[in-house]
């Protein structure tokens, strides 16, 4: 079992930054792969960045890519910074932990969700 604590959300202007970070249970998290997902009002629930366990391997959405940067540190936290945010970003961010993937259903943990909210 793993327990993901997302934090960092927020309300910012548009071509802000925030840094997301997920806090992951110790017990098995240099096993899981970690992504972010998020889910904006009326849309389905879209992929945004992934990285293997090793931290050598990175995927990112087309919408994203080259904006935001997904890490993880050796101890418990994966992490997404955004940068140049736009209105189009504004949705409920979710960590998840599970098996290297562009696709929700390879993951099999997710964190509560944190708002972002990007102004005009």
């Known amino acids: 079992q793993v327990q993901l604590v997302e934090s960092g959300g927020g309300l910012v202007q548009a071509g802000g930054s925030l840094r997301l970070s997920c806090a992951a249970s110790t017990r098995t998290y240099g096993n899981y792969a970690m992504a972010w997902f998020r889910q904006a009002p009326t849309k389905d629930r879209e992929f945004v960045a992934a990285?293997?366990?090793?931290?050598?391997?990175t995927a990112y959405s087309d919408s994203v890519k080259g904006r935001f940067a997904i890490s993880r540190d050796n101890e418990s936290t994966a992490y997404l910074q955004m940068n140049s945010l736009n209105p189009e970003d504004t949705a409920v961010y979710y960590c998840?932990?599970?098996?290297?993937?562009?696709?929700?259903?390879?993951?099999?943990?997710w964190g509560q969700g944190t708002q972002v909210t990007v102004s005009s």
């Open positions: 998840a932990a599970g098996f290297y993937g562009v696709v929700w259903y390879r993951y099999d943990y």
């Open positions: 990285i293997k366990a090793n931290a050598e391997v």
